[in-house]
C-alpha cells in the first residue's frame, strides 16, 4: 500500500506565478488535510477537506490560496501570484475518516524567486 | 482560545540520558492527544494516541503519558536514532462528527553517541 504521495517535491517559481501542488492520498483515504511549515516553525494548518467537500479552511489565506479534492484524482493545492513569504514546504496528509492519526507525505518545497 | 505549548524547544542529551519532553494544553472537548516524530526534510510520523488522564503507552524507548493537562513523551537511554522534532498535536471536535488537530511548535531532540 503505497503510503502519501506528494508531487513536485521540489518546485521553483518566479514572483506572481501559479503553484500547484499534488496530493495522492493512501488508499481508502477520503480526508486529506494541507499544512504548511517555514524552517525552524512548527506546522501550520491550512485546510481539510473531503472528497469534494471543504471542512475547515480555516487556516487558509483568504486571497491566492485555494484546495480541492475532487472525486476522481489528487487533491490540489493552488496558489495564485507568488510571492516570496510562500516559500515553504507544504506537506499533505490523509485518513480514512476524522482522526488524529494522519499519514503524511514527504512535502513539497517551494521557492519563490 | 486552544491552544498546545511543547517545551523544551530544544534538548540535547548524551547517549543513555533519559528525560521527559513537555506538552501542555488548554482546549474545549478533548478529543485525543497525539504524538508524532519529524524528521529533517521529512514529513512527520504517528507515535501515539492517547484519549484519557491516566492512559500510557509505551513503543521502544518512548512512552506516553496523559494528565487532564499536559502530556509527557519519556525517553530512556535515548540514542542518536532518536534525534528529531518531537510534535504534539490535541484533537478537538468541529461541526458536524469531524474534529480538528491543534498543534504545538514541537521540542527538537539531539542525542549526542
Known amino acids: 500500500n503505497a503510503g502519501v504521495m506528494q508531487n513536485p517535491r521540489h518546485l521553483v517559481r518566479r514572483r506572481g506565478q501559479e503553484a500547484r501542488l499534488r496530493c495522492s492520498p493512501m488508499?481508502?483515504?477520503?480526508?486529506v488535510y494541507w499544512y504548511r511549515q517555514l524552517p525552524e516553525e512548527g506546522l501550520k494548518f491550512m485546510v481539510y477537506?473531503?472528497?469534494?467537500?471543504?471542512?475547515?479552511e480555516s487556516g487558509m489565506p483568504k486571497e491566492r490560496f485555494s484546495a480541492e479534492f475532487p472525486k476522481e484524482g489528487p487533491s490540489i493545492l493552488r496558489i495564485q501570484q507568488v510571492v516570496r513569504g510562500d516559500s515553504a514546504a507544504y506537506f499533505c496528509?490523509?485518513?480514512?475518516?476524522?482522526?488524529?492519526?494522519?499519514?503524511f507525505g514527504e512535502g513539497s518545497r517551494l521557492t519563490v524567486l | 482560545e486552544d491552544q498546545v505549548t511543547q517545551s523544551p524547544e530544544a534538548l540535547r542529551l548524551q547517549e543513555g540520558e533519559s528525560s521527559s519532553l513537555n506538552c501542555s494544553y488548554t482546549v474545549s472537548g478533548l478529543r485525543g492527544l497525539f504524538w508524532y516524530r519529524q524528521d529533517p526534510g521529512k514529513g512527520p510520523e504517528f507515535l501515539f494516541t492517547?484519549?484519557?488522564?491516566?492512559e500510557e503507552k509505551e513503543k521502544e524507548r518512548l512512552k506516553a503519558t496523559l494528565t487532564k493537562k499536559e502530556s509527557f513523551l519519556h525517553i530512556t537511554a535515548p540514542k542518536p536514532e532518536d534525534s528529531a522534532t518531537y510534535l504534539c498535536?490535541?484533537?478537538?471536535?468541529?461541526?458536524?462528527?469531524?474534529?480538528?488537530?491543534?498543534w504545538g511548535l514541537g521540542t527538537s531532540l539531539a542525542v549526542n553517541p
Open positions: 477537506l473531503q472528497k469534494e467537500n471543504i471542512i475547515d
Open positions: 488508499k481508502g483515504h477520503s480526508h
Open positions: 498535536a490535541v484533537q478537538v471536535p468541529l461541526a458536524g462528527n469531524n474534529r480538528k488537530l491543534i
Open positions: 496528509a490523509s485518513s480514512p475518516y476524522s482522526t488524529g492519526e494522519l499519514f
Open positions: 492517547l484519549y484519557s488522564a491516566g
